[in-house]
């Protein structure tokens, strides 16, 4: 089933649950509005079932036949793609095994104390098993902060995968559209690039969202990608107060739906922060795009974070 967060709050793994019960021990479904909650929405990653269940629920099935597993790998580039946004390489670790995957993936990074953080891998397989990382420092972040002020190359990290459904569909014929804010290019790109690679005649329209358009940290490639492939075009969208000739102001949503009035006949594949992907979630199905086409991560924080955060607001016990 397709799931992002594993905390409750992106709504990407919804089902219906059709007959039976569940309970919220953990994290209460925060991603469920009332309306959903009384038509018997669930979030399975977080709902225990107290008896048998009947669910009507969507399924990836590319992903199922690829074993989540951990590996330390090792880090052979670091470097700085935009400030406060940290470009990782790493290698699988002297005896280790590449990790199988498929492009818009994303791992765990498992920390010495067992805490988990979710980063997308921002390209696709390679044979000799390199990944490579956009990491955006969280202020106060205790990974993030580490990484930016701390790891060098030569050092190693333990990480889990591969994770996540944001991946490629290559069962529809349909015109694509991939949305990202800030590094949420990352599993942007590694599709993109997986489906320029497959010679796709598919029309293909990339908006990238930034505050300011130092931010849009690798916007060349994105331009190449546009200039050397006839499906594809893309849209720099910048928020900010300093837009300038070739790029488009505002919201990166917002330039999705001036173009796109009616997303009916769509794919649409958005990945960023959470605030976007919660206005894209409820405009774009207004627009028409029905939700089973709409695939998406959404960029929480890790889920046991997310839960010290939730922990003390009002409990939801289930029905
Ligand atoms: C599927 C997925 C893919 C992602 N891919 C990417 C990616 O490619 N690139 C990227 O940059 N990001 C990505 N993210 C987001 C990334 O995982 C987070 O930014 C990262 O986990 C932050 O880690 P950290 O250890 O630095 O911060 P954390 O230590 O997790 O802290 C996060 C924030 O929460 C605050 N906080 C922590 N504990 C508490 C508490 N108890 N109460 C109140 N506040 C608290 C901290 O001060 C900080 O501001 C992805 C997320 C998901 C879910
Ligand atoms: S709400 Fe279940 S994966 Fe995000």
Redesign the pocket.
Known sequence: MPY??RAGVCGSCKAIMLEGSCEYPSNPPLALSAGELAQHAILPCQAVATSDMLLRAREVTSVEDIARRQLSVMVVEKWTLASGVIGLRLVPAPGERRLLRLPGQ?LDVVLDDGQH????IANGPQDDGMIE????H????????WVDGKLQVGDRLRIEGPL?TFVPREDSERPMIFMAGG?GF??VKAIVEHFIGLGSRRPIDVYWGARSAADLYLRPLAERWAASTQNVRFHAVISGADVAAGERPGLVHEAVLADHPDLSGHDLYMSGPPPMIDAGHRLFMEAGLPEERLYY??????PE?LA??ITGRAGFTGF
Not at 117 to 120: K, N, V
Not at 133 to 136: E, I, Q
Not at 297 to 302: G, K, V
């Open positions: 992002s967060c994303y953080r979710p980063f997308s990382l956009h990491v955006r969280v202020n106060g972040g205790e990974f993030t902060s996540g590094t990352a599993p991560d959404s960029f929480d924080y890790a974070v010290r955060i």
